[in-house]
Structure formats: C-alpha cells, structure tokens
C-alpha cells in the first residue's frame, strides 16, 4: 500500500476492508470543500486490481467510525461495495425510466451550502452510458436538508452515498435532470418526503413485480451486455432494493424467476442477459431515449423556437 497518511483513520479502515474482503491500495490526504483535512482511500479486491475496479472513499480526518452506531454500517457499505466491485463497470447504474448512467467524481464529505440556504451539498457527476462514449453528462449539486441530515447517521461517503444515488437515479425518472455537452450543475434535493421515519427506511419509488422485472432486464441488457461484454453483474444489490422500495431477497427470486424463463443465467447472485433477452434490444435503446426526451426542458426548447407570448 503506497500512503502519505499514517493516522488511527488509517488502521481502522484497513481493519474493515480486510474484513469485507478488500485491500487498501492507497491512502492520501487531501481536502475538502472547505480546506479542511481528509483521507482519501483507494480499495480494491487484490493489491493489482484495475484502476477501473477500485473504490475511492473519502472521509473526514478526524471522523471515527468505530464509534458503536457507526461501525456496523461503514461495515456493510464495504461489503456491499466489494461485490460491486466485481460488476464489469461498479460505476454503472440504470433507471426505472430506462437510463444507463455513470456516477462519479464526487467530492465527499457534504459541505454547507455557500448560498446560504440551510443545507449540506455534496457534489458530483453522471455521465449517460449508452455504448456510445456520449458526452452527455450532468455537474450535479446534491443538496440534503438540515431536517434530513439529522436522519443520516453521519455526513460522510459511507453513509449517504446509496440515497444520494438513488435520489439522483429518482431526479432523472422525474425528469428534473438535463444531459448535456456541458453546462452549469443541476440541483438533486434530498428531503423527508424520501423517508419514513415511522419505518426507518427510504422510499423513492413505487414498484410492482412487473417494474421490477424489467429494471432486471434493463440492468442486465445495459451494464452486463452493452457495458460489459456479457460480463455478470451483482442481480440483488441492496442499493438497488432500496430505489425500488424492495428487497434484494426479493431482487433474487426474481432473477431465479428470469433464468428459468431463458431471460438471465445466474451464477449465484450475479447475473447475464441470453440471447432471449438480447432480441428486445432495440425496445431498450428506444426506452433510453424515450427517457432522455422527458430530461430535455421543452419549455426552453419551446422560447428558443420563438413560441411564446412572454
């Protein structure tokens, strides 16, 4: 492990990431929004992962996450990460709406908002990944409420990063995100209306069995066939259980459900499209930009033209 840090931080994570199955590769400091001090880790599954197959985790210098109600939770994100980790492209998500995006570059942990508005802003990028290295992209701000932050058990990558991208995947269904060349960052807000604090849990969509069936499509059609030469991708993860207001238990009788009809093969929780699957291209590509339509501001679009009265 190559590092410039050597602090309690340090050995903490080491410990966890040995325990999820990862190693740590590198670990430097920097800084945040705001200049002040961060460790920025580099974790993959062996010392010669690819720089493609690696996680980055920044964190506060000084936060301690073996504090007792924050260990289990940065324990399980590394779990989780390290089964990401071994998707042809951790980086790739889809939306119910039919998008394949990419979310990175984010510069954690969250920092008040410089508007003065009462809230912590986290910035970062989606890139849409159609097969086609597209420019389009989106500079996203995500913007969590003070209200909302008292929720979150600490403001930092391990514990926000899966709402943060799920209300991101939430925003383009909504159509509130525009993909461009280039351009200004796009608010995500993140507020109470995404949880329930009678249930303790997030809500960001409303899904049947038949959405839910087709967002596995879609995710196998797009980040196993399209992104990943028919590499398998992780069927049940948890972060895409809590977009769809499920269960990854769920996500995985799903899956079996899908294999039997010639749609998937499963090799325990992962998964790729047949050939079955793969004749409905062109419904996916057409679903995809179906999905970028609703993102692009017809009312702009309708100014530019000349129509209007205002």
């Known amino acids: 492990m190559s590092t410039n840090l050597q602090t309690a931080l ?3 994570l080491g410990k966890a990431a040995h325990e999820a199955g990862m190693t740590v590769l590198s670990a430097e400091a920097g800084t945040d929004f705001n200049n002040h001090p961060t460790a920025t880790f580099k974790l993959g599954l062996s010392a010669d992962a690819p720089p493609d197959k690696t996680l980055q985790l920044e964190l506060s210098d000084a936060f301690d996450f073996e504090k007792p109600d924050l260990l289990p939770e940065m324990t399980t994100h590394l779990r989780e990460a390290a089964k990401r980790l071994r998707n042809p492209r951790p980086d790739a998500y889809v939306t119910l709406a039919g998008l394949a ?10 920092h008040r908002s410089t508007s003065g508005a009462d809230t912590y802003i986290v910035h970062g990028v989606a890139h849409l990944e159609d097969g086609t290295q597209s420019p389009l992209h989106t500079k996203i701000a995500a913007s969590m409420t003070v ?10 990558q391990p514990y926000a990063e899966t709402f943060i991208y799920n209300a991101i ?15 200004n960052r796009q608010p995500v807000p993140v507020t109470t ?23 596995l499509e879609l995710k196998a059609y797009w980040l196993s066939h399209v992104l990943g030469a028919g590499q398998p991708v992780w069927i049940a ?6 977009y769809l207001n499920t269960t990854d238990e769920e996500l995985k009788r799903m899956a079996v459900d899908l294999s039997k ?7 325990d929780d992962y998964a790729a499209p047949t050939p079955a699957l793969l004749t409905r291209a062109e419904e996916y590509h057409a679903k995809l930009h179906a999905a970028l339509d ?5 009312f702009n679009e309708e100014m530019r033209a000349g129509h209007t009265n205002m």
């Open 294 to 298: 609703i993102t692009k501001p017809t």
């Open 101 to 110: 995006i990419s979310l990175n570059q984010f510069a954690w942990p969250f």
């Open 261 to 267: 009809q010639g749609i998937l093969t499963l090799t």
């Open 169 to 183: 995947r939430k925003t383009f269904d909504q159509g509130q995100l525009e993909l461009l060349k280039s351009g």
């Open 237 to 242: 993860d948890p972060r895409d259980a809590q």
């Open 193 to 215: 209306r995404y949880y329930s604090r009678w249930q303790k849990k997030f809500f960001f969509a409303d899904t049947d069995d038949a959405s839910r069936l087709e967002f």
């Open 147 to 156: 209200t909302f932050a008292e929720i979150v058990p600490a403001p930092e």
């Open 10 to 12: 340090t050995a903490m």
